[in-house]
């Protein structure tokens, strides 16, 4: 995104008021770097930016194919122009450019669910979060593997050499490990969003399982004084998962708790001794909705049921199809529908 000096600068300053953030130089590098893939729309009064939203364009998982995804987020108005309906201007004007590019999913994490669905969109997507005394976390057990601990160099990113860095090389394994796994309506994950999510947002530990030099999962973790954050764990066998719950387990003299904001299709708890323990909540998280109901249908086919789906936001995307007596649902209805059916899960959080 083409975004001068002033006008990132103007984005940045109500971004951080409106979602209580400090401005500090880390910040203002990862809105920067959010911006290289994404749009920023903006509303503005006397020349003064009064509201925003960035729409963020990604690639996705469906079947076996990568399609377009777009995510919303940092909507926002400063509180004296709230109510004056730039936020339903941009979020409309924002759909629109995405429907007449070709994208399929929109993703967006809520403040009102309700607020949401007057676009279209509908609650989607749910997180499984743990909490667990960390010395009932599952010991795991030895293998054959080894595992190495890994670590972003945040200082060779923030400098402008040409030279591959060694975050590079730990992207492209853990990329390899990502893309293997199940990920039915997950991101694709370029080295861009890598670098956004896991250096310039947050600078997580990395620790990788390999057997004979072959990579077979990972572990992304962070230290929150006394509880041990798992960010993200992958893996591709049974010999790799036991061996990185070994590697979190060895931790529990360190810390007292264990805590995982995890996809919803996780089941942890079945691996515990003793799962009474645990302090396990599922969680509502995204909504979504389909943007182009044609692209959509390219891809996936049509469905096995028949369905008559209004959109009060793109129009295109009034229709009736399938076979059969025909239910009525809204874009985001058809859209939860068709997630769930096809067991979708998100990896991400943001």
């Known amino acids: 995104m083409n975004t001068n000096t002033k006008d990132k600068k103007e984005y940045l300053n109500l971004a951080t008021y409106a979602f209580h953030k400090p401005k500090t130089l880390e910040r203002a590098r990862a809105f920067d770097k959010l911006l290289e893939f994404s749009k920023a729309y903006g509303h503005y009064e006397n020349e003064k930016l009064t509201s925003m939203l960035i729409d963020s364009h990604f690639r996705g998982y469906w079947g076996d194919k990568n399609v377009k995804i777009s995510g919303i987020g940092y909507v926002a108005s400063y509180p004296e122009y709230r109510g ?18 070709g994208t399929i999913f929109s993703y967006l994490a809520p403040f009102s669910y309700g607020f949401y669905e007057k676009f279209g969109y509908h609650y989607a997507f749910n997180q499984k979060h743990y909490k667990i005394p960390a010395q009932n976390f599952p010991k795991g057990q030895r293998t054959k593997g080894e595992i190495s601990r890994e670590k972003f160099e945040f200082e060779a990113e923030m400098s402008n050499e040409k030279t591959v860095s060694k975050s590079s090389e ?19 994950r370029s080295e861009e969003l890598w670098s956004y999510f896991f250096i310039h947002k947050s600078q997580p530990h990395v620790a990788i399982y390999r057997e004979n030099g072959k990579a077979l999962g990972y572990l992304l973790y962070e230290f929150s004084e006394m509880t041990f ?6 893996t591709l066998t049974d010999e790799a998962k036991q061996a990185l719950y070994r590697f979190i387990s060895s931790h529990a ?18 691996e515990m ?3 009474q323990r645990a302090e396990i909540k599922l969680v509502p998280y ?8 044609k692209e959509f249908l390219k891809v996936n086919g049509q469905p096995n049921f028949s369905v008559q789906i209004t959109d009060d936001i793109i129009a295109e995307n009034n229709m009736t199809i399938g076979e059969g007596k025909a239910e009525k649902m809204t874009i985001g209805q058809f859209t939860t529908k068709i997630l769930k059916e096809n067991q979708a899960i998100l990896r991400e959080y943001f």
């Open 253 to 270: 003299g360190s810390f007292s708790e264990i805590a995982w904001q995890a996809p919803a299709d996780t089941l942890l708890e079945e």
């Open 273 to 275: 001794i003793e799962p």
């Open 229 to 234: 954050v798992i960010r993200e764990l992958i």
């Open 84 to 101: 004056n309906g730039a936020i339903r201007q941009l979020m409309t004007e924002s759909l629109r450019e995405d429907y007449e590019e």
């Open 170 to 188: 730990i992207f492209k394994v853990l990329t390899d490990i990502h893309q293997k796994a199940y990920n039915q309506g997950s991101l694709v």
């Open 286 to 293: 995204m909504q979504a909705r389909i943007v182009n109901l």
